[in-house]
């Protein structure tokens, strides 16, 4: 098993730019989330899916969009770039959203945004 | 409302030494804890985890916490520890709220160990 992939690792866009973040999981998992990650701040939940077609906001979903057409794929799509953008996004997935099992990290995208 | 809160953000021990990272939660209900380490320029991964069963917890590396529900507590222990322990950690409480799962991380704490 690959577990959780993410592409690309690193990547620069100019403020205004549309860009997707590529996740992938083959463990099967129904749940799948994006998290950004800034310094001082931990993890914060961008969006979430609990299955294929479902999708939700987290904590932090202003200017990002997902979908999620299959179990395996889950893509982050950033609309218009910004400064505040620059940042770590993870991917993450579980095999359900109760948690009592823990959720598998990809091992990251590294956005800068000039 | 679930929270997290890791009480220091930074803690240096040296080589050999004991570490204690502290983490402290508030839940309504029953909660999970997980306990994460990030090495630089990686992904999260699990150390271990509290789900309802024995409060001592064993994680790998020879890492182990204890549930203390009545301290509302799950500080992350290690006897001696090793240069390949020097990562950031982050305490993680997973929970229902108005019917929905979270899983709400802490800010972090950095572990340097010193030589």
């Known amino acids: 098993n690959a577990g959780v992939t993410q592409t690309p690792k690193f990547q620069v866009l100019k403020t205004g730019q549309s860009m997707t973040l590529q996740c992938a999981q083959d463990m099967n998992h129904e749940y799948m989330s994006w998290y950004r990650q800034d310094p001082g701040m931990g993890l914060r939940l961008i969006h979430y899916s609990v299955g294929a077609g479902i999708t939700d906001q987290g904590e932090v979903p202003n200017g990002y969009n997902v979908s999620r057409s299959t179990t395996e794929d889950f893509p982050l799509r950033l609309l218009s770039a910004a400064p505040s953008q620059t940042s770590v996004y993870f991917c993450?997935?579980?095999?359900?959203?109760?948690?009592?099992?823990?959720?598998?990290f990809g091992p990251g995208t590294r956005l800068t945004v000039t | 409302a679930q929270s997290v809160t890791q009480l220091d953000s930074h803690v240096s021990v040296s080589e050999g030494t004991p570490v204690l990272l502290r983490c402290n939660y508030s839940?309504?209900?029953?909660?999970?804890l997980f306990w994460y380490v990030q090495h630089p320029n990686k992904g999260l991964q699990l150390l271990l985890k509290y789900t309802s069963a024995a409060t001592l917890v064993k994680g790998i590396n020879g890492f182990e916490a204890e549930f203390k529900k009545s301290e509302t507590s799950f500080h992350l222990t290690k006897p001696s520890a090793h240069m390949s322990d020097a990562a950031e950690y982050f305490c993680?409480?997973?929970?229902?709220?108005?019917?929905?799962?979270?899983?709400?991380f802490g800010t972090g704490t950095r572990l340097k160990v010193l030589a």
């Open positions: 993680v409480v997973s929970d229902r709220d108005s019917g929905t799962y979270k899983y709400i």
């Open positions: 839940s309504s209900y029953s909660p999970s």
């Open positions: 993450a997935s579980s095999p359900d959203r109760s948690f009592y099992y823990e959720q598998y």
